[in-house]
């Protein structure tokens, strides 16, 4: 984890589930992340409906150049990332797992900024394939930050954590282990996963 958002909203998320393998929305408390608020959003667990923000903080309007509530997390990814994405939200409520992406913003003047996205699971009312708690910050602001608005992502890196220690066994419909490298890992869309702690 690079951006300070994601460590600082990580471990508040791994603070209030206890011994659970996630919190419930209700635990989130505003006041206890006020510092890392703006760079906060949580999804609508719908598949679909491409994931749409319920909650997204200022920075992060600020980033993309309008309110994002109501639109869809999916939306801003295009081909192979966007089938990525959704393979990694549905791992993230299927296994309470916690998904760190880097990934590169661009303008429509080219410009290009580093991001780290944090997909965390929440449970509402009791079900657990509810709510998405997430962060998205720059790496590194630059200066032209607020003023171009960023239009697209692209990814550049995907870790997989279970804080829980758990995972769900591969199914026979997943993708098939690439030689050599079935002992160490496993894919999720283009990605090769390696299971580890923090």
């Not at 300070?4 to 011994?19: E, S, V």
């Not at 209700?26 to 608020?37: E, G, N, Q, S, Y």
């Not at 690439?178 to 996963?193: D, E």
């Amino acid at each position: 984890m690079k951006a300070a958002a994601t460590k600082d909203l990580f471990g508040y998320w791994n603070r209030i589930r206890g011994a659970r393998a996630a919190p419930e929305r209700a635990d989130v408390d505003p006041a206890a992340i006020r510092k890392t608020l703006g760079d906060t959003f949580i999804l609508e667990a719908d598949i679909g409906g491409g994931y749409p923000f319920r909650l997204s903080g200022s920075r992060i309007c600020a980033l993309i150049g309008h309110e994002m509530k109501g639109e869809t997390f999916l939306s801003l990814w295009r081909g192979p990332d966007r089938a990525t994405l959704l393979g990694t939200l549905a791992t993230v409520s299927d296994d309470a797992a916690v998904a760190v992406i880097g990934a590169q913003g661009l303008t429509e003047l080219g410009r290009r900024i580093d991001l780290e996205i944090g997909l965390l699971p929440l449970r509402h009312r009791g079900r657990t394939h509810a709510r998405v708690l997430g962060s998205l910050a720059a790496v590194e602001t630059p200066y032209w930050l607020g003023a171009c608005p960023v239009t697209r992502f692209e990814l550049t890196s995907l870790r997989m954590i279970w804080p829980s220690g758990r995972r769900r066994p591969l199914e026979p419909t997943d993708p098939a282990p690439v030689p050599g490298l079935s002992a160490m890992g496993r894919r999720i869309g283009r990605f090769l996963v390696f299971d580890g702690g923090r």
